[in-house]
């Protein structure tokens, strides 16, 4: 199956180079906005550039757009223009939040419509290829679509799951709050650590361990077995002081600690929990 791919950025062109290993995939090339980018990702995945859209549409049999969310939509009627309603093709794109009823056309039943998203942080168009084996991918669209890409998937190493177009949204929120809020969270601590006297460097490796061995703990035994702190062990007055504390970021504890509390209540039935609940709600 010949692949072309509409965007390359960093997520087009680590896809062009990774995507290639399964055994059906052949990458013909790139179409960009800047002609640059399209050389770079087209020289780093050895293919070609693509000057149109008509040019791409008639060379390939599956078109992945790897442009931000926005710019889907528009770059699909572009494509709509330029097929003749018989060829039959995989049109997919990458987005976590878009579905793909975005393709669905009763005039052009050939058209297998697909959203392919990996749930994986790109952060270099010319590295972040080489850990992508380890990403975990989520499909959604026409049956025939779902199962190709399924196969190509698995035949990399990947695991896959579907998941229903009215769930995308909430699906990407989890995805983005568990890899962009986190980040944000930890940007916080930092600062209130150098706001202590530390500087920056030393906040990180303090912190680090103590993140890492923690988020690690959650993944392998779960959240309630891995929670720790003044909230699961019911220390109000620590609590307290935190609150007294923190300023502008207390309302951030606040919400972050009654999500730690409905964890801490399952994991401890036995404990009333019911006076810090009162603290983190008030």
Known sequence: MRLGI??????GVSLGRYLPR??????????????KSAVEGADFTNSRVY???NEMVSDNDIILIAT???????VWERIRGCLDG????????????????????KDYPYIHGISIHPVYAFSDRFSSYEKLNTAFFTLEGDPYAVTFWKKTLTELGNK??????SKKVKYHAACSMASNHL??????CVGLLCDCGFDETSAYTMLEPLVKNNVNGAFLTGVTNALTGPIERNDLDTVKKHLQVLGDDETLYKELGKA????????HEDIDYQKVRNLLWQ
């Open 6 to 11: 509409i965007g390359a950025g960093k997520a």
């Open 22 to 35: 399964a055994s059906e995939i052949t990458l013909t090339g790139f179409l960009s906005r800047t002609e």
């Open 51 to 53: 000057t149109s859209i």
């Open 68 to 74: 931000p969310d926005g710019e889907i939509a528009g």
């Open 86 to 105: 018989t060829k039959e093709m995989i049109i997919g794109h990458l987005s976590g939040a878009l579905s793909s009823e975005l393709f669905s056309d």
């Open 160 to 165: 896959t799951a579907t998941v229903e177009a």
């Open 183 to 188: 980040l944000g969270l930890i940007s916080k």
């Open 260 to 267: 730690v509390l409905s964890i801490a209540e399952t994991k």
